[in-house]
């Protein structure tokens, strides 16, 4: 029996072919997110190898991120960096990318994680608006790099518990059981990021790191900004490179590692290693709650008519006027910081020194720009 | 088994969403479902 085909059953196939082509686009569009990143590092490069090297479980998981080794040909101090804990705070990604791309190391070893939690440069956080990506120009055409979440992708980490217990005990809200800075120390059969943690952990161990130095950004209306947040064992080596940088005309705010704060960086690789441990923290009005559009020029710009606002009223804590804080001058000062931090680590004991040659200084950064230091893509 | 439960959830939502878009008469309640629609099955197919 020949059924008659009615208008909205003809509307329907219509809609579900526009439904598939949909998400055919948005399919492709998020899949994209999920092509790593390209660096090119710098001829001065040791060795290169992955997290699961520190912990096996590791390995083929959307965790398993590269690890760069610089050493130098003298024994000296063992130095950490780590960028992208936090995937959408994108000058402390950079500053390692334009170090892991420019740095040769005469003395003393230099480690770079350019993306710590690899897996949250997989998606960007819902709602938010925020450009998947963002561009900065180099002599030899565009770099585009990746602009995550703060989180782990939850189809890499899934479900979120309604209460989150890191492995130092702090309880904490579920979602939080996906980010990085409150999973440390880690746990060697925990969830991804929990092992994530672990690993990073276990490589300042197993490393013998002096000086461990997570590299991060936040709101402008938030206190712990423009700072060095340092665990008790680094309070010496923080009052030196800070007061190295006021010399230098550039302004940090000292915080002392909460003791009851546990998970974070800061606190944990103090307790749990013997390395000092620094975390920096830059103003991104990206990252704001005050922000208007988000977009490319946000991030790389900084310029935003709203923080303009907010300063003027006295709710900032940075200074903030209509030049913005381009994404180069959080980086110079994330170098700037990581500079002074080293020279502060020689005064204090010469066998931990750390020669770095073709450091990017931070005033050569912002004039000339990042894309100077970056490779050309190929 | 957690994973199982959460696709088949959202493979019955997908399909009761299919269906209704078919059995709907008026227009505009087509494209809103169609719109719900893209959701749920980049979400079935675990696409974020």
Known sequence: ?378 | MIKIIYHLIVLFLTINLIWYLFREKQFWAQVSTAVVLVMFILRLLLIK
């Open chain 1, 1 to 378: 029996m020949k059924e008659k085909i009615n208008r909205h059953h003809v509307i329907a196939f219509c809609l579900l072919g526009l439904t598939g082509a949909l998400c055919w686009l948005t399919g492709l569009q998020f899949l994209g997110m999920h092509h790593n990143d390209i660096f090119y590092p710098s001829p001065g490069l040791s060795k290169q190898t992955k997290l699961s090297f520190y912990l096996p479980h590791l390995a083929d998981s959307p965790g398993d991120t590269e690890v760069f080794c610089f050493k130098g040909k003298e024994e000296g101090g063992n130095l950490l960096i780590l960028g992208g804990t936090h995937p959408n705070e994108p000058a402390g990604f950079i500053t390692a990318v334009l170090l892991l791309e420019n740095i040769t190391v005469s003395r003393g070893k230099v480690f770079i994680l350019p993306q710590a939690n690899l897996s949250g440069f997989t998606h960007d956080d819902p709602f938010e608006g925020n450009p998947q990506r963002f561009s900065i120009e180099t002599p030899g055409g565009k770099r585009w790099f990746r602009f995550g979440s703060r989180l782990t992708n939850p189809i890499h980490q899934w479900p979120d518990p309604t209460l989150f217990i890191n492995a130092a005990g702090q309880a904490l809200s579920g979602a939080e059981v996906r980010n990085l800075n409150r999973s440390y120390p880690g746990k060697k059969n925990g969830h991804l990021t929990e092992k994530i943690a672990y690993a990073i952990t276990e490589l300042i161990k197993k490393e013998g790191i002096d000086l461990s130095i997570d590299l991060h950004e936040a709101a402008p209306e938030y206190p712990v900004v423009n700072a060095m947040v340092f665990h008790e064992n680094s309070a010496e080596l923080a009052a030196v490179a800070s007061m190295e940088l006021q010399m230098e005309g550039i302004d940090i705010r000292l915080e002392a590692s909460p003791p009851s704060l546990r998970g974070l960086s800061h606190r944990e690789w103090g307790d749990h290693t013997h390395s000092m441990a620094i975390l920096l923290e830059t103003a991104n009005v990206s990252h704001g709650r005050l922000k208007g559009k988000p977009s490319e020029a946000l991030i790389v710009e900084g310029k935003d008519r709203n923080y303009e606002k907010a300063s003027k009223l006295g709710m900032l804590f940075v200074p903030y006027s209509k030049e913005g804080i381009p994404l180069k001058e959080r980086v110079g000062r994330h170098l700037a910081t990581v500079e002074a931090l080293l020279r502060g680590l020689r005064e204090i004991d010469q066998n931990l020194t750390i020669d770095i040659n073709n450091f990017p200084s931070a005033q050569m950064v912002t004039e000339r720009g990042i894309g100077f230091y970056l490779h050309p893509p190929k």
